[in-house]
């Protein structure tokens, strides 16, 4: 089955340190992964995705993303934390056999000043 | 370029009662999905549209229903509300309906139903 798991349901982190919000997703085809963001009572916003090519991704914000074949994982990350990075994260997957994108469940990240 | 734009944004609706939530996509995007966000169900697929054909549908009740247009505008309709149904409903748009494509969303409409 398709599916997408993010094991935190909360991240926090001070500023200027490094972020990680983890996602991992079920083998089943060759997978696409997605980070959105959400800001209260607003919807999501695109931050990066994979398809295929080189592991690393950077996206919006600084924010990069590390496709891990044999691990099954598409970790969030950025160097220095901000503030104004406290949200609400989701990863996608989503398949070559089908257009449906899956959300995994969110992980708030509260970043402190 | 606009994005995607939802309306209502709020309203609130009682039990029983049906409501329909609109959706403009991106101007050229022709696949337009629903999803439903709530606290403890997280977010939900509903339904794909493109070229007017739904293409994937999730795992929701008959009640749910939705329907694009030509100029690739959407609705979904909810009939027969229940109290469970308060959510948010996300409405995004993507140029085509290919794995793999980016999907854009608007900023939602709040459904409350008493």
């Known amino acids: 089955a398709q599916s997408v798991a993010q094991p935190e349901d909360q991240v926090n982190v001070a500023e200027g340190n490094p972020l990680t919000v983890k996602c991992t997703y079920s083998v089943s085809g060759n997978p696409y992964l997605f980070w959105y963001v959400q800001y209260p009572n607003r919807g999501l916003q695109f931050l990066l995705k994979?398809?295929?090519?080189?592991?690393l991704v950077k996206g919006s914000y600084g924010f990069e993303a590390e496709f891990n074949k044999s691990q099954t994982s598409f970790h969030l990350k950025k160097p220095s934390a901000l503030v104004s990075d406290s949200a609400l994260y989701f990863c996608a997957v989503s398949y070559v056999e089908t257009s449906k994108i899956i959300f995994g469940s969110g992980t708030r990240l509260s970043i402190r000043p | 370029k606009a994005g995607v734009t939802q309306t209502p944004r709020y309203l609130i609706k009682t039990r029983g009662q049906q409501v329909t939530l609109s959706c403009s996509p991106i101007?050229?995007?022709?696949?337009v999905s629903w999803y439903q966000q709530t606290p403890g169900q997280g977010l939900q697929f509903l339904f794909e549209?493109?070229?007017?054909?739904?293409?994937n549908k999730g795992n929701f009740p008959g009640r749910f229903s939705g329907r694009q247009f030509s100029n690739s505008r959407s609705e979904m309709n909810v009939s027969t509300l229940e109290l469970g149904d308060s959510a948010l409903y996300l409405c995004?748009?993507?140029?085509?309906?290919?794995?793999?494509?980016?999907?854009?969303f608007g900023e939602g409409s709040w459904l409350t139903v008493v």
């Open positions: 994979y398809i295929t090519g080189d592991n």
């Open positions: 101007s050229g995007h022709r696949s």
């Open positions: 995004a748009s993507s140029s085509t309906s290919s794995s793999g494509n980016t999907i854009y």
């Open positions: 549209y493109f070229s007017e054909t739904q293409r």
